[in-house]
Every structure is written in structure tokens, then in C-alpha cells.
């Protein structure tokens, strides 16, 4: 099965083969700042399971609350955060889940970096949630 996830105005894309490795929630301030939400929700796939890269895209490299560096491409156009690589998963490629626009996309597998989270955001207690970032 194809995934594609495309940024706001469609200048940009990604398709990748099959399901994610895993989906991620994350609480950090970083991606709080990153996706101008309470928290950012990323799909993880193997590099090899990217078939398509489409549009222009701009870098920029960030320190994860960790202390690890994160690559985020977005479109020049619109400013959508669509994927990005980062050093502790330097085999997969990470997709913001929100650019599916599928609402029947996988749930969260786990939360991470909790400590970070807002008090008035409720979190379902079926899945798990990590005070910062274990190996996952």
C-alpha cells in the first residue's frame, strides 16, 4: 500500500510503501515550536520505503530536546512540515501524520517526552506515555 503525504498548497509530497514502523507522539518543546501545536505526531518509516519525493523543499536542522540533531524539510510555498531524517533514527525517515489528511491513519503507538505535555490535554490511557525519549 502507497502513503503519500503532501504539504498545504500540494507543491510538495512524499509517497512511501506500506505501514509505519511505528507512529509517535511527541510533546517536546521543540516540536510544540515545530508544528505550532501542543504536539507533533510523526509516522516512522524505513528509508527504503520512500518511492517518491516531489517539489522544492527547505532544510532546516534543529536540536531535539534530547540533544540530537533532527533535519525538518517543509515547502518554501506554504511553510508545511512534511518528513525529516534524524540522528537517532538515521535509518527511517519521519512523516508528519497530519499531512496524510487520512483520519483512519494509524493511533499513536506511544507518547514521548510527557514532561513537556500541557495539563489540559487529556491522553488516552491505553497508550503508553515516556517522561522524555526511550529507545523505541
Known sequence: MSRTASCS????SITVEGDPLR??????????????????SWGYWPKS????????????????????WVD???CP??????????????????????NFADAGFDPPDAAIWAACRHGWFPWPEQVPEYLDQPDL
Do not use: W
Open 9 to 12: 498548497c500540494g507543491q510538495m
Open 23 to 40: 507512529v509517535l507522539v511527541c510533546h517536546c518543546f521543540e516540536c510544540q515550536k515545530q508544528t505550532g501545536s501542543v504536539f507533533g
Open 49 to 68: 520505503a520512500i518511492s517518491s519525493i516531489e517539489g522544492e523543499a527547505t532544510l532546516y536542522r534543529r536540536s531535539s530536546d534530547a540533544g540530537r
Open 72 to 74: 525538518n524539510f517543509f
Open 77 to 98: 510555498v506554504c511553510g508545511s512540515s512534511i518528513y525529516g531524517y534524524s540522528e537517532g533514527a538515521p535509518d527511517e525517515v519521519t512523516i508528519a501524520v497530519g
